[in-house]
């Protein structure tokens, strides 16, 4: 088994790979997990990070109320599943991902201004209490995805630049800081290239260490005569310089299917935001936002997930 660093989750949510299934990414059988029915004046509830907390799990959610209004609040749940969500927004903004950091839960997420979406940044130990840090960048970007740990004595920030709209460019960035207040030295990480991922891409889940390099999930887009449509890629980075691709999926892991994916107030849509994962067992959930509507939970290895990269890799 490639060897995956992290926490050991005994209650991560699990379902085994259905017999005969093909693929490295399986869903979860009761998808979706999360509904627009989980909190009263929600319009829809998707893009949602969550993590281990105390005997169970905490989640910072993305809510779209009736008044279409974007906010962020926190859930709990025991087993990763079923969850209750505190109807007390945290910030404005969307696309949540929370990473434990230094004793820390780090959140980070596309925070509104004015003048355009910037990396918001906080974080909380209780998940009642929050400190918010200084943006992450200037408007405009959004997929800011935090490092788990220190990289050369640096944290590390993915991040895509884009403009104003439903932008349709984007390039994975990754930026250093020493503070978590000042980013710098920007690298390239990499572009859409193939064609399910042809118009952008971005971060998904807090990168993921093993011994073969950082494992990012990320969203790639595709522009189809009827609009976009978004999939699930993944690739190995350098471990010391992570903006150095080693491997690369040239096709996606998870992409629309079921018709919670397919139909919604945006179709088309895998979005994933937060990966669980298990040292112990090379296990790996990833919750994903499905179709901008619900939130949806799917399943992998580490060894399942580096075996089809490489299968399939794009660099030669
Ligand atoms: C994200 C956000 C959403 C959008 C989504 C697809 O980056 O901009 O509002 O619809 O992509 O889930």
Redesign the pocket.
Same mark, same amino acid.
């Given at each position: 088994m490639a060897k995956l660093f992290g926490q050991t989750i005994p209650n991560l949510p699990w379902q085994d790979k259905p017999a005969g299934y093909r693929y490295p990414v399986w869903r979860y059988t009761e998808n979706p997990v999360i509904t627009r029915d989980n909190l009263y004046m929600a319009n829809s509830i998707?893009?949602s990070a969550v993590v281990p907390f105390k005997d169970g799990f905490a989640g910072v959610f993305r809510v779209d109320y009736r008044s279409r209004d974007q906010k962020l609040v926190t859930g709990f749940s025991k087993d990763g599943i079923r969850w209750s969500l505190t109807d007390k927004p945290i910030f404005g903004g %969307? !696309?949540p991902r929370l990473c434990l950091m230094e004793g820390k839960y780090y959140l980070s997420w596309v925070n509104l201004t004015p003048h355009g979406t910037t990396i918001g940044l906080a974080y909380t130990e209780d998940f009642e209490h929050w400190t918010q840090l200084e943006d992450a960048c200037y408007p405009v970007a959004?997929n800011g995805v935090l490092f788990p740990e220190k990289v050369n004595g640096e944290y590390m920030l993915f991040i895509r630049p884009c403009d104003r709209g439903?932008t349709p460019y984007g390039d994975i960035f990754l930026a250093h800081s020493k503070d978590l207040t000042y980013w710098g030295k920007y690298r390239f990480v990499m572009k859409p290239v193939k064609n399910w991922e042809s118009t952008k891409v /971005?971060a998904g889940p807090t990168p993921i260490r093993t011994d073969e390099g950082w494992l990012m999930f990320y969203h790639g887009v595709l522009t189809s005569c009827n609009g976009f449509s %978004?999939s699930m890629g993944a690739a190995l980075l350098d471990l010391n310089e992570p903006w150095k691709v080693l491997h690369r999926a040239d096709s996606f892991l998870l992409g629309p299917h079921e018709p919670y994916e397919c139909f919604g107030d +945006?179709p088309n +849509?895998v979005?994933p935001c937060s990966a669980l994962t298990d040292a112990a067992t090379g296990r790996i959930a990833i919750y994903y /936002?499905a179709a !901008?509507t619900s939130v949806a939970l799917a399943f992998t290895t580490v060894d399942e997930t580096i075996r089809y990269i490489k299968e399939n890799d794009l660099i030669k």
């Open positions: 998707f893009n %969307y !696309d959004r439903h /971005g %978004y +945006v +849509v979005f /936002g !901008d």
